[in-house]
């Protein structure tokens, strides 16, 4: 049987599913009920030098709903911690010596002064805490005052605080990147030359949620007003995977380990995390909208796709689908597609012509012998992979590819079989001479 436990740059615990940095994180009240519900550990809210912040008394969180009402993407405005930091480091020490088995890491956001870290790191380690998450992504509130995305925005400050870290403390430091940025490989770069043993990504991206149109207004807003705030969610999932690729398959980055976060909502959200190398996922939005027993599907959910797969740990699949992710112009385009109708199983309702027809290339015929009937036309289709994507049955519409030999009969061209990317392509006017392989390919 599948074996769910975890040892994260040498943090143990039972199951790769953490409670991220969050409201759900805030209390020993809500760290003991996730534990109880069987997380497998937690990262305590973002914790500050005394006086703590002021949140507002107002709406602090916003949802952005699909047409069925499932929340699809979350907003909020929350700032980090704003109880005393004795309390919480206090209640940090009850709770790990409570549930010793569970990972216990601790976010920090303070001041890039040297000073301030080198006093507030040990007060966390001596709470038996199992490490230090610094908080280098925080795109509201905290980054006005010089702290958060205004540090992981500049991969010079975030190398001199990882550095003071490492000195000043004997826990693993994992770096929590901002996904607000042109290229996340820098920052990552930046907190290995600093000694990190690990980052964790990605942040909350920095949003509007909407215009009260009533009352013309930003939305939500207290007291008229309104600010910027965090975007999470299910809706922000395909951009964590890729900055989570990016830093795996970088030459500079790769092998450091990774915590994924961004819209882990099922099981199969976390194994794709894990296939692109992540070493562990941590949850947020999902615990908020569903309750904290939601982890006990993730942990069935992923463990039965483990037998299913033949995988003993997750070690035996993390980081396999990194190789697949590559550049655009190293995509083989001789590899030719097109997509095909099955009958048996179409309802008719005409989705795929009428995208097809209006938005892409006219490929898809709706009539046959005078009645209604879609077909694709293959002497028009480009494998584009629109109509697949808009079908509302699964697997009604699949793509075909052509073999070698086979006749593309949009071009009239015979499929050759051989890898031919962009950068040789007599298209590409600075195409290389080169010949071979996969990795530098002969012109089609």
């Not at 992504?137 to 991969?155: D, F, L, Y």
């Not at 099922?266 to 982890?295: H, P, S």
């Not at 697949?324 to 097109?338: A, C, F, P, R, S």
Request: proline share 7%; with cysteine.
């Amino acid at each position: 049987m599948a074996d769910l436990r975890s040892n994260f740059v040498g943090i143990s615990s039972p199951n790769p599913f953490w409670l991220a940095s969050a409201p759900p994180t805030d209390k020993e009240v809500n760290v003991v009920r996730a534990f109880e519900a069987g997380w497998g550990g937690v990262v305590w809210k973002t914790l500050g030098e005394d006086p703590p912040v002021v949140n507002v008394n107002g709406p602090r969180y916003a949802t952005l709903m699909s047409q069925d009402r499932r929340v699809i993407g979350f907003n909020n405005i929350e700032l980090i911690s704003d109880r005393p930091l004795r309390v919480n480091l206090e209640e940090i020490r009850r709770v790990k010596r409570a549930w010793p088995d569970r990972a216990m890491v601790v976010s920090l956001m303070v001041p890039v002064v040297e000073e301030s870290w080198k006093r507030i790191l040990p007060m966390v380690e001596d709470t038996g805490a199992d490490g230090v998450e610094l908080n280098f992504g925080c795109p509201h509130g905290m980054s006005e005052r010089g702290m958060g995305a205004a540090v992981g925005q500049v991969p010079e400050y975030i190398q001199r605080v990882t550095a003071w870290c490492k000195h000043y403390s004997k826990l693993p430091v994992i770096v929590k990147l901002t996904p607000n940025i042109t290229d996340v490989r820098h920052p990552a770069r930046a907190a290995k030359a600093g000694g990190a043993d690990a980052v964790s990504l990605i942040n909350t991206i920095n949003s509007v949620m909407g215009v009260d149109l009533e009352r013309m207004a930003m939305s939500p807003h207290t007291g008229g007003w309104g600010s910027h705030g965090g975007y999470c969610g299910p809706a922000v999932k395909p951009i964590a995977l890729n900055m989570v690729a990016e830093i795996a398959r970088d030459p500079l980055t790769a092998g450091l380990p990774i915590s994924g976060i961004g819209g882990v909502t099922t099981w199969r959200d976390a194994a794709e995390f894990i296939a692109l190398g992540t070493g562990n996922v941590q949850v947020c939005t999902a615990a908020m909208v569903y309750g904290f027993k939601i982890v006990q599907d993730l942990c069935d959910g992923l463990a039965n796709f483990m037998d299913e797969q033949g995988y003993r740990s997750i070690e035996d699949f993390r980081g396999r689908a990194v190789p697949t992710v590559k550049d655009w112009q190293q995509l083989d385009l001789n590899h030719i597609e097109k997509a095909v109708i099955h009958q048996d199983s179409c309802i008719q309702c005409g989705r795929c012509h009428v995208v097809c027809e209006d938005t892409s290339h006219q490929a898809i015929s709706a009539t046959r012998d005078g009645r209604r009937f879609f077909e694709v036309k293959e002497e028009e289709c480009v494998g584009c992979n629109l109509c697949v994507s808009i079908c509302p049955v699964p697997d009604t519409i699949t793509m075909r590819v052509l073999q070698p030999g086979e006749t593309d009969l949009r071009t009239g061209r015979a499929v050759s079989g051989d890898y031919a990317n962009w950068t040789t392509h007599p298209n590409n006017p600075m195409r290389s001479c080169s010949t071979g392989s996969p990795g530098v390919a002969t012109p089609a």
